[in-house]
DNA sequence: GCTGGGTGTTGATTAAGATCAAAAAGCGAC
DNA sequence: GTCGCTTTTTGATCTTAATCAACACCCAGC
């Protein structure tokens, strides 16, 4: 099997290759020919029930590196799939330092923070070129009223975010650096296999200073532990890019 | 006001009261004349809607001070409302160490974890004797499907759980201990408070070392970290009681 | 090409909290 | 009440990652 990022050449990581196509951007007008419709939030739906979905998602313009999707204490509105691109969530602490609250990939849903609040508790940026669907959350409830299928499909999703949230407590309360990162890998590697992506090859799209918000390291931390990884022959670093060269390995990281 | 942990006296800080009764067992045996109904699923619910509610609760034998909920991997069938006493859950790591990942208090929503992937992911212990409302999920989903509020009432206490889990992440990756005590008394507070106990004055119903898994802590810093609180005068520790002496100064701890 | 700001690496030192250890306190069972 | 267990406190030492610091890298714009 081949990938999008697959490069034959065996010394380079495949720069060029990773670099033109970082994520390649899913040009569907419709959840119905979406290639990300099975692991996004049309799963368990059928034909007219994607298609009634269909009818209330916006697909606004794409969003530059950068730039805000909406900023914390903005007021709720919307919850978001990913289409292309990604995204990472943060807040500012009360003397001013951000911390990473999450990372998000094509087919993955964001915004949910705000559905008990009416307001955003984060702020959400892209970290490449992205696009968006946009689905208006009163609608999305009046929707989810009216098809079974679709409520359970959003129960589901909210559920799985909140387990999400508790591994990654459980992982900043009893993990070192080095398993922290591991993880973090692991679970880049995951998640791009998951859209089709290498799951052994790819280019990170955050900073060091980003991966170190999230997991509750230093960036000078983070930056070592890549390095030492490397040492041990587990991955490859080459600034942004990434390739896991000893997946047991890594995984053995975590305990057996 | 006085509460129901009051204490007359001076020195002690009355103990036996608070013995006698950790949480008053709260004796509904409905939604419609439960104390606890403001706070707890049935908020933004007429009468009506209420009462259909109430039509698929199970109120089951109270729980004695250590025995289990659910555990780690069952099958999930309910999500549960805390009707008196509390809970912690926990997981097991995979070197065999147990983490806390959430306390939950009266007129609290717990066992989400199980939504997404029809599992539980944690197991749930009573921390005290207590009581318990269960509200099988499918029976759930289903009245939900027919109460436009009630569904809109459970994706918001989905929402805020998912909230709350950001909020630990932040504390996890950049507070101190003194920071992650302060944090822990300070929920602590406002949640008895908003049962109608005293928000000052209370009664840990954890030991150390369990703050100790859900703070990313050892027991002996949770131990150090409230002598050094006492010493600063802002509260006041006699094993598992504690008197918060300066509230001000408790949250200055977490910064302007 | 050069220049500059953001990003990343590496080294030296420090500090916060973990670990190891021992004793005290609390509590239930008898 | 005593016994035995769990929980808590406190002290001494060790370790990990933070902090401080310097330099290398990389791409963007000129």
Redesign the pocket.
């Given at each position: 099997m081949t990938y999008q990022s697959a490069d034959a050449s065996g010394k380079s990581l495949g720069t060029d290759v990773l670099r033109a196509r970082p994520c390649p951007h899913n040009a569907a007008a419709s959840c119905s020919n979406c290639r990300l419709s099975d692991l996004c939030l049309p799963i368990a739906l059928n034909k007219s029930e994607i298609q009634q979905l269909d009818n209330i998602i916006e697909r606004n313009r794409p969003l530059g590196k950068g730039e805000h999707l909406y900023r914390q204490r903005d007021e709720f509105r919307s919850v978001y799939a990913v289409r292309s691109g990604s995204f990472k969530s943060y807040t500012l602490t009360s003397d001013g330092k951000s911390r990473v609250t999450g990372f998000y990939m094509p087919g993955e849903i964001l915004g949910m923070d705000g559905i008990g609040t009416r307001s955003h508790g984060v702020s959400t940026m892209a970290l490449e070129h992205a696009s968006i669907c946009e689905i208006p959350f009163s609608q999305l409830e009046r929707l989810s009223h009216q098809l079974p299928n679709l409520q359970s499909r959003f129960f589901a999703i909210m559920g799985n975010e909140i387990v999400k949230d508790q591994q990654i407590h459980t992982l900043l309360s009893s993990y070192?650096?080095?398993q922290r990162l591991a993880s973090f890998l692991l679970s880049l590697s995951t998640r791009y296999a998951r859209c089709q992506r290498s799951p052994d090859r790819f280019l990170l799209q955050m900073?060091?200073?980003d991966i170190g918000e999230y997991l509750?390291?230093?960036?000078?931390?983070v930056?070592?532990g890549?390095?030492s990884l490397q040492k041990k022959a587990i991955i490859s670093?080459k600034?942004?890019e990434i390739a896991i060269t000893d997946m047991t390995a890594l995984k053995a990281i975590l305990g057996d």
């Open positions: 070192t650096a080095e900073t060091r200073g509750g390291l230093t960036l000078e931390t930056s070592r890549f390095s670093v600034s942004r």
